[in-house]
């Protein structure tokens, strides 16, 4: 018996679609990189929540630089380490919109340092998104303030040297411990489990604003196989292998 | 006597302050820096958020203030900042992706002497980095000098007026004497701040949240495609080509039969008035061309006045700067010099004289 494809295109058939806020525009992220499942994710959340009018987004410099291109909200592209800046302005006079910043680890953790301890110490009720991948991906490979010790980059070409290079940077663990953050976990994206649960921390994050309680920070622990020069399974292999231990997943804070 | 009139004798800076919350300004974010720190003073004393609404904020540093001010300016609200040199110069970044992002927004340097930590006198030594651009990229500010604490009430309104109609940060570029002296101001009357929905009538562009009717707004400055960023750029060069046609503004003294000129702007415009009274008693013919916008600057009202002045003498707290632009404009016709006194020092009326003569008249 032939089996037509329109037989099979029911709705009671269907078990995912694209998010109707995804745009058409392909994304730019290498196959294999954890950035894309992260969109997707926000642009699900935000449609689920009913918020695409009351979302206002802050994108990066560096590999998401090009979000605003594939979530159908209204953005603002920061300067390189500023989008938590941008956010505590857009937040204060816009007070009844959803803000959130979308940062990678050098944006967030090595520029943007200031902007991100100030944000989460003044409290403010944003959410903010951190992919950490270890490197920085768009400028080609180099060592980035969460590279792990030992760990190769094209500005640490034989890894990373504490004694030269210094430490690798918890930031995730240093905004828990000021009195503005509300929420602070750190989840991954690389299992159909990881990815269920760091959907319910983005639900979390949007939610959080509701309250006024203070700013929601989401960590991401991400692959960046290109950078890492693995292919896509070697890269989540090595991530759990090496990042999940000095950056360990789970809830930090939760009040 | 009018009793509606609001007439106070106060600074600069807290004129900057009133001022801004009496214009329907919606947020204003800073970081204290001697000599504007009044700015914020002023503003947390004055608590706009319980009467006007509007936000008032300390921020981490100059960086995070002018980013501040980004966000805001995305969506379409009326936002600024103040500072002085050294802050400015760390607003540099903010002030490049602002003008790359076609943002409006009013930032007020209140000027101290440099380089580096420098001193916290005033100065009149930012002037390149207020015209020229000042960050990177091919880009103006508009630049407003005001000479009077008056002027730092009024130039609020117009900052804003003018970048919001041509999409593009405006500095006031104002100095340690203009921002510390006190002087008779008379305020203008409070008008309300833009209500959400008048903003997105007003302001399409902004990012107030995306309605099914409209297309994503995005605030950025990044464009990859090499062609759509050069015509892009063009586009930026034609609005300061606009600029230069419809904005200059500048205040000229005795200068209808002038064999002589000053140029000079802020608190040097002061000192050359009196310096020019002085000439003027000695018989010397000496006019005063005070530009207001600094960019735009006036060229063609220099240039008209090339068929009888012989020299200009341009004055400024600085070694020299402003000259630059009044040697472009001049083009060689005439002897264009410059006079200033550096560092926290302050030129007397005398030495301007003394300069002219020894400089343009008998040099």
Known sequence: MEVSIKDIIKPENLVYQKSSLLTEKPMHYCPGCTHGVVNRLIAEVIEELGLQQETIGVTPVGCSVLLYNYIDIDWQEAAHGRAPALGTAIKRLLPEKYVFTYQGDGDLAAIGTAETIHACNRGENILMVFINNGIYGMTGGQMAPTTLEGMAASTCPFGRDPERDGNPLSMTEIVATLPGTRYVTRQAAHTAGAVRKLKKALIKGFNNQKENKGTSFIEVVSTCNSGWKMTPVQANEWMVENMFPFYPLGDIKDK | ?363
Not at chain 2, 254 to 263: G, H, M, R, S
Request: glycine share 10%; charged share 25%; with cysteine.
């Open chain 2, 1 to 363: 006597m009018d009793n509606k009139k609001d007439i106070r004798l106060m600074k600069g800076n807290e004129a900057i302050a009133e001022a801004a919350i009496r214009c329907g300004v919606d947020g204003y974010f800073g970081y204290p820096i001697t000599p504007q720190s009044e700015v914020m003073e002023t503003l947390m004393l004055l608590k706009p958020w319980e009467t006007t609404g509007m936000v008032v904020l300390q921020a981490e540093s100059e960086i995070a203030s002018i980013n501040m001010v980004y966000g805001g300016a995305g969506c379409g609200k009326k936002v600024m900042t103040s500072s002085s040199s050294p802050g400015i110069s760390l607003m540099q970044e903010g002030l490049t992706y602002l003008a790359g992002a076609e943002l409006p927004c009013v930032v007020v340097n209140v000027v101290r002497g440099g380089p580096g930590l420098g001193t916290i006198q005033p100065a009149q030594s930012d002037y390149f980095q207020s015209v020229k651009g000042g960050g990177h990229g091919d880009y103006k500010l508009i630049v407003l000098a005001p000479a009077s604490v008056q002027e730092m009430a009024d130039f609020v309104e117009l900052a804003f007026d003018l970048a919001f109609k041509y999409r593009n940060p405006a500095l006031i570029l104002s100095d340690g004497m203009i921002g510390q002296m006190m002087e008779k101001v008379e305020l203008k009357p409070y008008r309300k701040r833009w209500t959400n929905e008048e903003i997105k009538q007003m302001h399409p562009w902004a990012t107030m949240g995306k309605p099914a009717e409209r297309e994503r707004n995005i605030i950025t400055s990044v464009e990859l495609d090499p062609n759509a960023f050069e015509r892009f750029n063009h586009k930026l060069q034609d609005k300061y080509r606009k600029m230069q046609e419809e904005e200059v503004r500048c205040e000229q003294f005795n200068c209808e039969d002038a064999e002589y000129l000053l140029v000079a702007y802020g608190s040097s415009a002061r000192i050359c008035q009196k310096a020019m009274e002085l000439a003027r008693a000695k018989g010397i013919k000496v006019g005063l061309l005070r530009p207001i916008t600094l960019f735009p600057f006036p060229t063609r009202e220099i240039q008209a006045l090339l068929g009888h002045v012989k020299g200009i003498l341009s004055v400024e707290l600085s070694e020299g700067q402003m000259v630059e632009d009044v040697r472009l404009t001049v083009e060689g016709k005439v002897k264009v010099e410059h006079f200033g006194r550096v560092g926290g020092v302050v030129h007397s009326p005398e030495e301007v004289v003394e300069a002219l003569e020894r400089k343009i008249i008998g040099g």
